[in-house]
Structures are given as structure tokens and as C-alpha cells.
């Protein structure tokens, strides 16, 4: 480790020691950049092979997938002209059998299984990750080239002669800043790395096509289905009683504008077209499913003339209690 030949006795910091204390701490320096420029090192390494090998099968799949139905159609074409035909499989030749093959079908799993696989690299960033370190691992070796030649250039002021505490002190200084900017970027790094990472997560869970939703079925048992944008995947699940959906919803503050000149009994509201009870004031809490865009229509009248107003809006979770206002003319 790059501490281990770190000087920190009070000996090592006496005039007669300080060429040798010096030597060592420029030592341990470079070897701590060293170690931070190998992990990252290996670790854009490893993310490399994962996202290379993500993209070529996402890429092979997509081709594969888009190319099954085309073939489907030229072997039903060549069964037709080769083959024996008929109902009968005992009759089929391997023309036939070709033909009889769900390539359309295959080729939709193929192109899901290639979507999956973006979708995997998206999520756990391989592709990113890589880059990244790869540029971190750029900046620490341009960081350990400049050690260097400062160093060398203030030896070379002090005629490589360090005569008292003071001019030791600036080998030191520049030393410690030299580190300091290596554990920074690690840091810088680190944090853009959480912070990437934070909000996959929450684009994840605030997808409504990522949402579970239970259905009751026959005997009470529900059936639980998952589906996701681009690929489709249900789960059965057993359960005594029907559950409701399980989305996140929030609940914003809606307020029709001027509602006190509204003729009484008029107003009507509904949303996605199912009617909301509205009181005479105007003012309605409506719970709305994040993520989804939800159609908000109010039909009232005013002074004998009909009146309507309408708002568009696809909440997310810091809609939580929002306040909207909605015009009638």
C-alpha cells in the first residue's frame, strides 16, 4: 500500500533526515497516484468487455430479429415450390418443416431480448462507467506527469540542496496538493457516479409502464402483470383476494377560476373523461397517477353563455399537494 512507506516519526522530519524523508514521501506520493490509476484501470477494463459484449448481442439480436420474418417468408415460398405440402407432416419434406417453423415469433423474442439488453446497459450505465473511468484515468496521469516535472523543476531551483525547514516545507505543500487532487476527482467521480445512478433509479420506479398491476381472475386469484416499453413480461401470482392497482399517485389542489359567477348546478368536471364531483366553490382535491397524462375538462355556464376549460398534465412525485388553476371561457 502507498501509506505503508509513509514517514510520520518525529525522526524523519530532523535536518540530518530530511533528503531521505523527502525521497519517501515523493515515493508514496507517486504510488498512491499509481494505485488510483490502476483501479481505474481495471475497473474501465471490466466495463469495457461488459458493455462491447452488451452492444454486439443487442446489435446480433436486432439484426437476427428484424431478418426472421423476411426468411420466414422466402422458406414458405421455397415449401411452396420444394415441398410436398398438405396437412399431413408425415408427407413434409425438410422444405416443409423449414417453413412450419415460427420464425415470425422467434424473431419478436429476439428483438425484446435486444431491447432487454440496452435496457440493462441504460440501467446499470456499463457503457458510461467505462468512459468515465477512462477519463478519470487520463486526468490522474496527466496529474502524476506534472508531480513530476514540478518536483524536478523545483530540485532543479533548489540546486538539489535542501539547506532548511523552509524549502523543505515546499516539496511538501506541492506533495500535499498533489494528493488532494487525486482524492478530489476520485471524489468528483464517486458523486457523478451516485448521482447517475440516483436518478436511473428514480426514472425507473416513476415509469408507469414499470407499474405492477393486479386484476382479479377466476376463484379469486389475481394475475399480476409487468410491462415495460418495448418488451412485454407477465408473472402470475396467487392470491386469496382481488387487489387493487398498485401505481403511485399523488394528489394536486385543482381551483376553476372565478367559480362564484358560475350559473349554480352548472359546473362539471371530469378527468379522462370520468366525472369528478366538484363542489360549488370551485375547489377539488384529484388524485392522479404519476407518470401518466391525465385530461382535466370543467363545462359550466356563465351569464347564459356555456363556458369550458381544459388542462393537460403528467404529475410526478414533487406534484405531491401542487396547486392548478383552471379557466373557464
Aim: proline share 4%; glycine share 8%; net charge neutral.
Amino acid at each position: 500500500m502507498a501509506g505503508a512507506a509513509f514517514p510520520d516519526g518525529p525522526e524523519a522530519y530532523r535536518q540530518a533526515a530530511l533528503d531521505e524523508t523527502l525521497r519517501r514521501l515523493f515515493r508514496s506520493a507517486v504510488a498512491q497516484a499509481r494505485d488510483r490509476i490502476a483501479w481505474y484501470d481495471l475497473k474501465s477494463g471490466q466495463r469495457a468487455s461488459v458493455a462491447k459484449n452488451i452492444r454486439v448481442w443487442s446489435l446480433l439480436l436486432f439484426a437476427l430479429g428484424t431478418l426472421a420474418p423476411i426468411v420466414l417468408t422466402l422458406l414458405v415460398k421455397v415449401a411452396i415450390v420444394a415441398g410436398k405440402g398438405g396437412k399431413d407432416p408425415a408427407n413434409w419434406t425438410p422444405a416443409d418443416w423449414l417453413a412450419a417453423v415460427p420464425l415470425a415469433e422467434i424473431g419478436y423474442v429476439l428483438l425484446a431480448v435486444a431491447g432487454a439488453l440496452v435496457i440493462f446497459d441504460q440501467f446499470f450505465d456499463a457503457s458510461g462507467s467505462w468512459i468515465r473511468y477512462r477519463q478519470s484515468q487520463a486526468r490522474l496521469e496527466v496529474l502524476l506527469a506534472d508531480i513530476r516535472f514540478a518536483w524536478a523543476e523545483l530540485m532543479t531551483k533548489q540546486g538539489g540542496v535542501v539547506s532548511d525547514r523552509v524549502q523543505a516545507a515546499e516539496f511538501v505543500t506541492l506533495l500535499r496538493d498533489f494528493i488532494t487532487k487525486v482524492e478530489l476527482l476520485a471524489e468528483e467521480e464517486t458523486k457523478e457516479w451516485a448521482r447517475r445512478f440516483n436518478e436511473r433509479i428514480a426514472t425507473f420506479d416513476a415509469n408507469p409502464n414499470l407499474k405492477v398491476r393486479l386484476d382479479s381472475g377466476a376463484g379469486g386469484s389475481g394475475a399480476a402483470s409487468v410491462s415495460t416499453r418495448g418488451a412485454t413480461a407477465v408473472a402470475v401470482a396467487s392470491a386469496t383476494d382481488a387487489a387493487p392497482h398498485v401505481l403511485t399517485t399523488v394528489k394536486v389542489h385543482l381551483a376553476i377560476d372565478d367559480a362564484a359567477s358560475l350559473a349554480g348546478g352548472s359546473l362539471r368536471l371530469s378527468v379522462n373523461e370520468a366525472p369528478v364531483a366538484a363542489a360549488a366553490d370551485g375547489l377539488v382535491e384529484l388524485p392522479l397517477e404519476v407518470g401518466l397524462s391525465h385530461r382535466v375538462v370543467a363545462t359550466a355556464k356563465r351569464n347564459g353563455a356555456a363556458v369550458r376549460g381544459e388542462l393537460t398534465i403528467v404529475p410526478t412525485l414533487d406534484d405531491e399537494g401542487r396547486p392548478l388553476v383552471l379557466e373557464l371561457a
